[in-house]
């Protein structure tokens, strides 16, 4: 899933006085589009959500706190508009049309950052030593209560200033397989940055290229899961985003 609407983007002045230029927040309806999205996987999805894994940067963290809000509603108030509007929460009964209950848990993980590169930050707003410094505590302060977990991080650093594209997207598939990987029988929730959304269908699906990711917008794959003696074996990704449909617009193409 991609994060919300970012300040920058609606207010060009912002940046102007902005101690973390690069590193916007959202704006209201930002906040209130990435609230309607979890209430969307609340009330669609035929499966619940065990983890949420979230990119550092604030828009990302404050779009992956509205969602878990959403979704973990004890009252499921449909005038509610943002998090501000639930009154209590309960991450032991996030549900979705299934009836099974789970405990959602929520991490931040460095390996689904915004490319750090010029095509993704300007030079003139990025950090003048090439070093992009998070509050992590601070950062985690903004989930919802109950939710955080520590214990789990891939990338322990976050990637080095001006990589390249090319080395973004691999991240992003090699993120992507890590964290399946470590819970292959759990469905997980990554909260992240346009062309890590778009590497998740372009990275799977062959011959296609995305051609536009919305705010919020959100990919879906599945793959099949076999258990034999404790051990599990996973097979491919099927895509099952169609373009339009959650935000992403896809273009087929044939290799000549």
């Known amino acids: 899933m991609r994060h919300?609407?970012?300040?920058?983007?609606?207010?060009?002045?912002?940046?102007?006085?902005?101690?973390?230029?690069?590193?916007?927040?959202?704006?209201?309806?930002?906040?209130?589009?990435a609230f309607r999205t979890g209430r969307t996987f609340r009330t669609l999805l035929p499966f619940p959500i065990h983890r949420v894994f979230v990119s550092p940067f604030l828009r990302c963290v404050q779009t992956a706190s509205e969602v878990v809000a959403a979704l973990c509603a004890v009252d499921d108030d449909?005038?509610?508009?943002?998090s501000s509007d639930v009154v209590s929460i309960d991450p032991s009964k996030v549900k979705a049309l299934s009836p099974v209950y789970c405990i959602l848990q929520v991490s931040i993980e460095y390996g689904l950052c915004e490319m750090l590169n010029r095509k993704a930050i300007r030079r003139d707003v990025a950090p003048k030593d090439g070093i992009f410094r998070f509050d992590v505590p601070q950062l985690e302060a903004l989930l919802p209560s109950g939710t955080l977990d520590r214990s789990v991080r891939v990338y322990k650093e976050?990637?080095?200033?001006?990589?390249?594209?090319?080395?973004?997207?691999?991240?992003?598939?090699?993120?992507?397989?890590?964290?399946v990987d470590k819970y292959p029988s759990e469905n997980l929730l990554l909260?992240?940055?346009?062309?890590?959304v778009g590497v998740s269908v372009s990275g799977f699906l062959e011959e296609t290229a995305?051609?536009?990711?919305?705010?919020?917008?959100?990919?879906?794959?599945?793959?099949?899961?076999s258990c034999k003696n404790?051990?599990?074996?996973?097979?491919?990704f099927e895509v099952l985003t169609k373009s339009g449909h959650t935000g992403i617009t896809l273009d087929s193409f044939h290799k000549p």
Request: one cysteine or more; proline letters at 8%; a negative charge.
């Open 4 to 33: 919300g609407d970012r300040m920058d983007n609606f207010d060009p002045t912002w940046v102007k006085t902005a101690e973390r230029p690069w590193d916007p927040p959202l704006v209201h309806n930002g906040l209130a589009r």
């Open 78 to 82: 449909p005038i509610a508009k943002s």
């Open 158 to 179: 976050l990637p080095q200033w001006e990589e390249t594209v090319m080395g973004a997207r691999t991240r992003y598939e090699q993120i992507i397989k890590a964290l």
């Open 191 to 196: 909260v992240t940055h346009g062309e890590g």
């Open 210 to 225: 995305v051609t536009e990711v919305d705010y919020c917008a959100y990919s879906e794959l599945r793959r099949p899961i």
């Open 230 to 236: 404790e051990s599990f074996t996973a097979g491919n």
